[in-house]
């Protein structure tokens, strides 16, 4: 797993693209009873441990995203998305942030 880093003066957009893999085209492709591809209907982001502030958060219909900010020099945080799609099924995806200067 990859390790994102943040600088903790920064206000930085974090962003898990669902579409990409899991919703449009992808052998584990999420469709509805109809044929239609599944979407996102609703998203929460958890960061643990604290002291790095999800400021904002939003989600289109494959794309959940976190604007983040704050955290502690040398701090490693897990970010967590959680969605449940169109089509009843749910699904979670974490990032490691470490915030270090830049």
């Keep these: 797993m990859a390790i994102y880093l943040k600088d903790p003066a ?53 794309r959940s995203t976190a604007t983040l900010s704050g955290g502690t020099r040398g701090c490693v945080y897990r970010l967590t998305n959680r969605v449940t799609f169109s089509d009843g099924r749910s699904g979670e995806r974490s990032l490691d942030v470490r915030v270090e200067d830049r």
Excluded: F
């Design 10 to 62: 920064a206000v930085i957009d974090y962003a898990v693209d669902w579409a990409a893999a899991y919703l449009a085209g992808a052998t584990t492709e999420a469709t509805t009873e109809a044929g239609a591809v599944a979407t996102i209907v609703d998203s929460s982001w958890a960061v643990v441990p604290g002291g790095l502030a999800i400021a904002t958060s939003r989600h289109d219909a494959g």
